[in-house]
């Protein structure tokens, strides 16, 4: 198949998910995301929901991108979550089927940071696909997850009627079938309200803690300084030790590991996230509640001995 060379360059920002990067490119060219994909030769599939080939791009889908696009493959590669373990990722590379069980499913959704898209124009970071991201360790803030005007989960779906808009929300809005409805909310998402942290917060230091060890391959904290682990192993450990705290310690036994503003928001029904019914499947769970169960459990795990 004959590749279309594109003419405008856009380079990817470090980190960003393909997904992101792509719907910056077609918004740049200011054309649709149905024509920007035909564009790519159709490699792409029409899905509504970008899972696939944000999990993982086929061989002949590197190939047209980067004759199109000028990105060498490797570096298109690193903008997905393939080389991810699957219970990292949530997805598993080889069977195609998602892995794990809510609160720690993937969903076909993102959190994201607003702060971080006002400073970069709307670009989406591949991390903030994964269940184990859940702060920003820059900006000392829990991730949200939904629009500050509809509570529409975002990066659910790619329309391919419209032209992207980088930093807004993309959930239709009015009556009917959502995936016939024309309008959209195009709220700035860089407003969305955020939970602050303060400075030294247990969760920024458990945050950082995953991040080290899913991006760098760095396991040696806690009791796996003497116990070596793999990295699959070490997520195992906080997912049912972080399971246990939300199912069982309940607010005292939260509290006394966690700062308490951070675990009453687990418990506190004023402060949970509210959203339609109608998206709660497309939802993760709440930020606050991975950030309470993680940082608790790393409390336990991140003892020498």
Not at 1 to 19: H, N, S
Not at 150 to 167: D, E, K, N, V, Y
Not at 169 to 193: F, K, M, N, T
Not at 248 to 274: K, N, S, T, Y
Request: glycine share 6%.
């Amino acid at each position: 198949m004959a590749v279309r060379t594109l003419p405008l360059r856009l380079e990817p920002i470090a980190g960003e998910a393909i997904d992101s990067w792509l719907e910056s490119l077609a918004h740049r060219y200011d054309v649709t995301w149905g024509d920007f994909r035909r564009a790519l030769g159709s490699v792409l599939p029409k899905d509504r929901y970008p899972d696939r080939w944000v999990f993982r791009l086929t061989d002949d889908q590197l190939r047209v991108i980067s004759e199109s696009t000028g990105v060498h493959p490797m570096k298109l590669k690193a903008m997905t979550l393939e080389a991810y373990p699957p219970i990292a990722s949530g997805y598993n590379s080889v069977t195609g089927q998602v892995v794990s069980k809510f609160p720690w499913r993937h969903v076909h959704a993102s959190r994201f940071c607003p702060l971080c898209l006002d400073e970069n124009g709307g670009r989406w970071q591949i991390t903030w696909r994964m269940v184990w991201f859940f702060a920003c360790a820059k900006h000392q803030c829990l991730l949200a997850e939904i629009c500050p005007e509809c509570s529409a989960p975002q990066r659910s779906f790619i329309t391919a009627s419209l032209i992207p808009r980088p930093g807004r929300c993309w959930a239709p809005v009015g009556e009917g079938d959502r995936r016939l409805i024309a309008s959209r909310c195009a709220a700035d998402l860089s407003v969305a309200q955020v939970h602050d942290l303060a400075e030294g917060h247990p969760a920024i230091s458990t945050q950082s803690t995953i991040s080290q060890a899913i991006l760098d391959n760095r396991c040696d904290f806690g009791i796996y300084r003497q116990l070596r682990a793999p990295l699959p192993e070490i997520l195992a450990d906080l997912r049912a030790l972080g399971g246990w705290f939300l199912s069982q310690a309940g607010r005292p036994g939260m509290e006394a590991l966690i700062p308490g503003g951070l675990a009453a928001a687990c418990f506190d029904p004023a402060e949970a996230v509210r959203m339609p019914v109608s998206y709660m499947l497309a939802s993760a769970s709440p930020a606050a509640n991975t950030a309470a169960a993680l940082t608790a459990a790393m409390a336990i795990l991140s003892r020498p001995d």
